[in-house]
């Protein structure tokens, strides 16, 4: 059977069996289901911070999932990885694209439910309330696939959609993905936009969609090669794009992108975990909504963990892989939770001349612009212990020396102190206000041949040689200690 969400289901239960969870009372979508992850976050008895299927959901038929991406041990699962070496996984997969198949209709569960003119109803799904001051209703799961009028290639990006009304959805993309370089260019046609928002599949496909990948479209082939094998696609019913087969629910619709088509959108929790982004923003009308007859609704919560793991790996994986195009030598990427996942990129290289971690900040930029700071670090330094990288910049590095600092470079439109072009970081005109101050931190040794003393360690023979089966319950002193 091809993959999709429900296999992934089976297969976690099957590995991790503690890390799904089912709520069968009655729970109200509005702040409730996002209360109870945020009850297990804070209880230390559930450390592996489980995956919740809600099963009976005030007011729709429907199921929720929520949490299912908040863990890295549960997306390294989804790409046959650990977490150990899930980022060169993520990046080896993602970069052996696998062209998608298409199916027929027949044979696509998500055709099983049409929903088409009077029938759109979206207060039948069951649409999350997240956070307290979210201003509604978000589709926040759903990765948007769009079409690239110029090239034709089809692209897919998480995007926020706020429930206007029981007909409409918000659109608002980050000025810096391509979702938003589509959008612009068919403004310029003098175009409307067709869309397809797809809720509820595999994680790698929503990962798919986060992937920072080179030039407008690749998400589809991205997926296929994260599964390691093709996504089953069929064409929408009212617009002209393909949508997975094995999706849950895909919600079809119409942009109209003249610039006096705005609804007022915002505020909302965001990765930076602050409330951020309101005003007019594009909309969707939708065309028709088409779903799997028992249909799960998959939602994130956002501003909170799940939020940064989504991000944070597939993210993780396309600059390790690119980051690695320019500099060969680079070892390992880390993008902390510290940094949301995104603001933070720990990068590590074997280091051969003096100015390769320079190269290395300027690539891992021109990949993802919502990285802020990167911190260049040895080989000999693990990237995800956030202590040895923080050693790093006590031991090896010297601000006046080692510290690049770079004004005026594009960011997201979300984090809290962005600015305009004026410096206004008061603006709340967030078309602006994305504008952000770079910072390059170089904590790698000089090169060879300029001296510098070697780390203190154990050998590492002897370490190896070490059985810890010899230790032992303490049961009080030796006699032989106590004489």
């Known amino acids: 059977m091809a993959k999709d969400l429900r296999t992934y289901l089976a297969q976690l239960s099957e590995t991790y069996p503690n890390q799904l969870k089912v709520v069968d009372k009655e729970v109200d979508r509005k702040w409730e289901i996002t209360a109870f992850v945020e009850k297990l976050r804070r209880d230390p008895g559930y450390p592996e911070f489980p995956a919740i299927l809600f099963t009976n ?62 029938q759109i109803d979206l207060s039948k799904l069951p649409i999350v309330w997240h956070n307290e001051l979210d201003s509604g209703y978000y589709v926040d799961a ?39 370089f589509v959008l612009r260019r068919m403004r310029e046609l003098g175009k409307p936009m067709e869309v397809a928002i797809v809720v509820g599949h595999h994680p790698v496909f929503p ?4 992937s920072k990948l080179a030039g407008i479209g690749g998400e589809l082939l991205a997926a296929g090669g994260l599964l390691g094998e093709p996504l089953e696609v069929v064409p929408a019913e009212t617009v002209d794009l393909p949508v997975p087969a094995r999706a849950e629910i895909v919600i079809e619709g119409i942009v109209d992108t003249n610039l006096d088509a705005m609804r007022e959108e915002g505020p909302f929790g965001e990765y930076p975990r602050y409330y951020t982004g309101i005003g007019p923003m594009p909309y969707v009308k939708i065309t028709a909504i088409t779903m799997r007859k028992d249909a799960i ?96 910049m006590c031991t090896r590095f010297q601000a006046d020396r080692d510290l690049s600092i770079i004004p005026y470079a594009m960011g997201g439109h979300l984090s809290p102190n962005n600015y305009d072009i004026d410096r206004d970081e008061r603006s709340k005109d967030r078309h602006k206000k994305h504008l952000e101050t770079k910072m390059i931190l170089d904590m790698t040794k000089p090169a060879p041949p300029t001296f510098f003393p070697p780390r203190c360690s154990v050998p590492e023979d002897v370490v190896e040689a070490v059985n810890l089966e010899a230790l032992q319950d303490y049961k009080g002193l030796p006699e032989v200690v106590k004489s």
């Open 297 to 392: 609704y998959q939602t994130i919560f956002n501003a909170h963990v799940e939020h940064t793991c989504l991000g944070a790996l597939p993210r993780m994986g396309s600059v390790y892989r690119r980051v690695r195009e320019v500099i060969p030598t680079v070892t390992g990427v880390n993008l902390p939770v510290s940094g949301m996942g995104r603001g933070h990129a720990y990068i590590s290289l074997h280091k051969h001349h003096d100015g390769e971690p320079k190269q290395v900040a300027f690539a891992a930029f021109g990949v993802d612009p919502l990285i802020k700071h990167v911190f260049v670090v040895d080989d000999d330094v693990d990237v995800f212990d956030e202590n040895e990288v923080l050693w790093c």
């Open 57 to 118: 959901v005030k007011g729709s038929e429907l199921p929720v999932l929520i949490n299912l991406c908040a863990s890295y041990e549960r997306l390294a699962l989804s790409i046959d990885a650990t977490v150990a070496n899930m980022v060169e996984v993520y990046g080896t997969r993602e970069a052996s694209g696998v062209p998608p198949v298409e199916v027929k209709r027949s044979e696509a569960p998500v055709k099983e439910v049409i929903w088409t003119g009077d």
């Open 142 to 180: 759903g990765p948007c696939i769009v079409r690239d009028p110029d090239s034709g290639k089809i692209n897919a990006g998480i995007y926020r959609h706020e429930m206007q009304n029981n007909k409409e959805l918000g659109f608002m993309p980050n000025p810096a993905h391509h979702g938003s």
């Open 207 to 210: 990962m798919a969609g986060v």
